[in-house]
């Protein structure tokens, strides 16, 4: 996908989390739909839940991954949740980046020129 985005959630009670995403894979198990596929993975150590659109309309496939582990509950795209629930989201360069940007970061640092 051209973006990369999460939700992520501290997973107060780990248990929860992951039952959430049990349920979730056990209510989507026969989606009614020919074009999407949902399944199930080990990602990064999280139990996941991946749901795929393939369609004729989109030029690439649609991935959202739904997973938890003892930390956290997240959701978004493979790439980001696969950052949060292994290594930890604040390993990637680009969301390193993209910090650099934000609204708390400006807070802190002083605006050159200003």
Known sequence: MPVDFTVTL???DPATARA??????????DPPVEE???????????NALVITV???DVPFPL???????????SIGTRHYVTFVAGR????????QES???SAAERVRRPVRGR
Not at 67 to 73: G, L, S, Y
Not at 88 to 95: E, I, K, Q, S
């Open 10 to 12: 501290e997973a107060t």
């Open 20 to 29: 959430l995403v049990d349920g979730l894979a056990n209510g989507l198990e």
């Open 36 to 46: 999407v596929s949902v399944t199930r993975e080990d990602i990064g150590g999280a």
């Open 54 to 56: 393939n369609s004729s």
């Open 63 to 73: 991935e959202l991954v739904l997973a938890a582990n003892d930390q956290v509950f």
């Open 88 to 95: 930890g989201l604040d390993t990637d360069p680009a969301f």
């Open 99 to 101: 910090r650099r940007h």
